[in-house]
């Protein structure tokens, strides 16, 4: 015999623990949060919002342990539809990131709209400022474990585990390495050699 009981009380223990968790968030952050519907979100979970930030949050999204948002000024960051992160993501606006339904983030993914300007040897890295730019990641990307993205992501691309996304990253492209090189398109399934 079949015990559902047990079973469906610990689903609707664990979306009362979603919803704690999510509106703890919201009510800890000054920013605007706007959800289509309730996160999975485990335990820790950071988001550091400024008062004019703004999250945009799609259906079924999945935020596992250790994820860590910093929303700065006037940034907003959209995460599109049945987009999951793994372990110890990290998200860093300034401007707008925008990531698309359906994208897999590995474990210890950042993704940053900002890099700081380091030309002038005379004066401090953090008081020269930063360079920043939006970030667009497209709908069903995958990104390997501890990719870092600072630039473009097309749809249906795939971006190997370590790999530093410093260029745009072509639709359908699979690409890896320091800097991230396209090796491989999933549409035309031609190989480019580095």
Known sequence: MLV???ILARLRVGRALDWWRFNYARLRSPGRIV????PHIDAPFRLR?????????????????????????????QIGDNTAFNVSCWIGVTTRITIGDNCLFGPFVSVTDGNHRFDDPGQLIWHQGLETREIDVGRNVWLGAKATVINDIGADAVIGANAVVTRPIAPGSVASGVPARIRRSLYTNTVTRP
């Open 49 to 77: 919002m400024s008062p004019d930030a703004t999250l945009i949050i799609g259906r079924n999204v999945r935020f596992r342990p250790g994820f860590s948002a910093d929303i700065e000024g006037h940034g907003v960051l």
């Open 35 to 38: 959800a289509l519907g309730l």
């Open 4 to 6: 559902v009981g047990p």
